[in-house]
């Protein structure tokens, strides 16, 4: 009965030994690196948000980067020099023409700059105003003007005295028509007209609005008669001979 005690005693030592020794390795390998489940949740959210971070840099990143740095550095730079070259000779061979043209209008500029000068007049009808050696005494004028046609016709017989000699006389006149023109020594009142004297050519000046007879000969001092013979229109501006009209008291226009 002893020994059997003492047998059971030795293995619970014995058991307790070995239980020690578990508890003791247990515990070395206790020692080491461990987490706990909240902490494991907590870094697979982070590590989650950290990939959607990502992703969604990923995804707003190249938005901005591929269209301005891609088509830029890409290989379009070196054939659109040598497109520009070749497309840049045939423009300068056809500007030469063009500068040939463009020089032909300094010369036309200048032909037409030299006639503007002003050329001297010298001709006897050039003066604005009438010559001092005639000088109207008295006028016979008839009109006979159309208020329908809105013209007029008419006649003149101006008596003129001459005191020099003179071979251009000359007249004012102003958008008439002078029909026949002539000059004959003047008679006594009753006595039959002296025929006109020869004329080599009339004209009008329009410059200084005159009326010129060119004589054959010289006019001498004496006294004359000018008989022309004109037309024209009524002016509708109170201007000259002018057309006006009016509405009396019964509503008549006249």
């Known amino acids: 009965m002893g020994t059997d005690h003492d047998d059971v005693k030795l293995s619970t030592m014995e058991m307790e030994e070995s239980g020690g020794s578990d508890s003791s390795s247990e515990k070395s390998s206790s020692r080491g690196i461990y987490c706990r489940r909240s ?26 980067e591929v269209p301005s740095k891609e088509p830029i550095n890409a290989t379009p730079d070196k054939p659109e020099p040598t497109m520009m070259k ?54 016979k004028l008839l009109l006979y003007p159309n208020l329908d046609t809105a013209n007029f016709t008419g006649t003149v017989d101006i008596d003129i005295v001459v005191n020099e000699t ?41 410059k200084n609005q005159f009326y010129v007879m060119e004589m054959a000969q010289d006019l001498q001092p004496g006294n004359y008669v000018w008989s022309l013979e004109f037309q024209g229109y009524l002016q509708p501006n109170r201007v000259g001979f002018y057309l006006s009209t009016y509405t009396n008291d019964k509503g008549e226009k006249r």
């Open 39 to 64: 902490q494991i949740a907590a870094f697979v959210v982070l590590a989650l948000l950290l990939m959607a971070a990502v992703g969604l840099l990923a995804g707003l990143l190249p938005q901005c």
């Open 86 to 139: 070749t497309t840049k000779m045939p423009q300068v061979t056809t500007k030469k023409p063009q500068v040939t043209t463009a020089q032909q209008p300094p010369t036309k500029a200048m032909t037409t700059e030299q006639p503007t000068t002003p050329v001297p007049c010298n001709d006897p009808w050039c003066p604005l105003r009438l010559p001092s050696a005639v000088y109207p005494e008295h006028y």
């Open 166 to 206: 003179i071979r251009f006389p000359r007249l004012h006149i102003k958008e008439m028509i002078i029909l026949s023109s002539e000059i004959r020594p003047a008679v006594d009142s009753g006595s039959t007209p002296a025929p006109p004297l020869a004329v080599t050519e009339s004209f009008e000046y329009a």
